[in-house]
């Protein structure tokens, strides 16, 4: 299989995945949510710090530069996010869009449907070019990637459904939005391909700028949330569910080393 079309499937089955598995979800109860959240910020951060900044590193000019790259992303992460009004919903209550995700059947005070599928396919679209400057450093990495982008699209996806039928939207519409939206990733594959692999020199800050972006949807949009509950017994499952999703990574990664490994 040519490395294209592995970015290619990698970004298709993430993409497709994590929207079908937001649309199951919606018929279960309040409380996996959480869990959902939990789990994705381990894989994030565990995708982040252990696989994809040590490739930077092994292809980066220096450690100051790479760093001061990831603080640029970081940065660039929380303008644009102010900017656009990008973020998600990932608990049944929704204080970025002014009204309760699960709540009321009332229209919401906050960003409309509509908006929430504009930022939903920016953010696609980068995820795919993530993808595709994972590969193309590391087929381990790129897998890895793949892997923590959609673990943590499973609850933003939840976040956005819940959003469109609170706005009005029906579940078949809430889904086609999603899945167009979805497709995004696929073009962000695409363009990352061929625009990344003859500026090989950008890899280490693309992968920098991936990290980043992991980094601060697990810090900014993810944790805060897990902090309206603090009974001990909470807590207790939010730190185990966030250590389980770290070692999923760790584990993919030495199982996707493995399998690689043993195809030459």
């Known amino acids: 299989m040519s490395l294209l079309a592995m970015i290619l499937l990698a970004s298709a089955a993430g993409g497709l995945l994590s929207v079908l598995l937001a649309s199951v979800a ?3 109860k309040a409380e996996w949510v959480p869990v959902m959240v939990s789990y994705a ?7 982040a710090f252990l696989e994809i900044l040590p490739h930077a590193m092994e292809h980066s000019g220096g450690f100051e530069t790479l760093s001061g790259a990831v603080l640029a992303g970081i940065f660039s992460f929380f303008i644009l996010e102010k900017l656009v009004l990008w973020r998600h919903c990932h608990t ?4 970025a869009h002014g ?4 709540g009321d059947h009332h229209h919401d005070h906050g960003r409309s449907g509509l908006m929430i599928t504009v930022g939903d396919t920016v953010h696609n679209f980068v995820d795919g070019v993530m993808i595709a400057a994972a590969f193309l450093v590391d087929v381990k990495l790129g897998l890895v990637t793949a892997f923590a982008i959609a673990a943590h699209e499973i609850p933003q996806e939840l976040g956005d459904f819940l959003i469109l039928l609170h706005s009005g939207y029906s579940k078949v519409q809430a889904l086609v939005l999603n899945l167009l939206s979805s497709a995004a990733m696929l073009l962000g594959a695409l363009l990352g391909y061929f625009l990344l692999a003859p500026l090989h020199g950008l ?6 700028l991936a990290a980043s972006g992991m980094i601060y949807v697990a810090v900014a949009d993810l944790i805060p949330g897990l902090h309206k509950r603090v009974e001990l ?5 939010q730190a185990l569910l966030i250590g389980l999703g770290v070692l999923t990574v760790w584990g993919g990664g030495v199982l996707a080393e493995g399998w690689i490994g043993g195809q030459h």
Not at 99 to 102: L, N, R, Y
Not at 203 to 208: D, E, K, R, V
């Open 92 to 95: 049944e209550h929704c204080e």
């Open 26 to 28: 919606l018929n279960l």
């Open 203 to 208: 890899l280490p800050y693309m992968l920098a």
């Open 99 to 102: 009204a309760p995700a699960g």
């Open 41 to 47: 910020i381990g894989a994030l951060l565990g995708a």
């Open 233 to 237: 017994m909470h807590t207790a499952q």
